[in-house]
């Protein structure tokens, strides 16, 4: 697991609850993380068509579609990387009982825990997330 999920959920929940566009430093003094992280993850967003910039003098950015239709498994998914629950650097060694299964067995329970989280996320959209927030 990495910090992105959470920079890219303060992001979406700033731009679900704002009246007017943002600009990124803005959101880097709210999320107080350096205003690079903060661009390079909204051209992430952008990229996966969760948020859309506007150009010009009053410029920022804005929520591509209603905070309803976006779900937080969707905003998890354009973030995820990596396995959740690590990865080991060696291979095990093959000739013991347990390092010839092990990675099969730790892969079936990442992909069981992935999918629980994804169903929990997919159930939450962006608009009753930002309701924690009134």
């Given at each position: 697991?990495?910090?992105?999920?959470?920079?890219?959920?303060?992001?979406?929940?700033?731009?679900?609850?704002?009246?007017?566009?943002?600009?990124?430093?803005?959101?880097?003094?709210s999320i107080n993380v350096n205003p690079v992280l903060v661009r390079k993850e909204?051209?992430?967003?952008?990229?996966h068509r969760l948020i859309k910039s506007q150009q010009g003098k009053n410029g920022g950015y804005l929520l591509n579609r209603p905070a309803a239709d976006i779900?937080?498994?969707?905003?998890?998914?354009?973030?995820?990387?990596?396995?959740?629950?690590?990865?080991?650097k060696n291979q095990p060694n093959p000739a013991c009982p347990i390092g010839r299964q092990i990675n099969a067995h730790l892969n079936t329970l990442e992909a069981d825990i992935e999918q629980t989280m994804l169903n929990k996320l997919g159930n939450t959209t962006l608009a009753a997330f930002c309701k924690k927030f009134e």
């Open positions: 697991m990495n910090g992105r999920f959470p920079i890219a959920m303060h992001i979406m929940t700033l731009l679900c609850t704002a009246d007017e566009v943002l600009s990124s430093d803005y959101m880097a003094g909204l051209s992430n967003l952008i990229k779900s937080l498994a969707g905003i998890y998914q354009a973030v995820r990387s990596g396995a959740i629950l690590g990865q080991a």
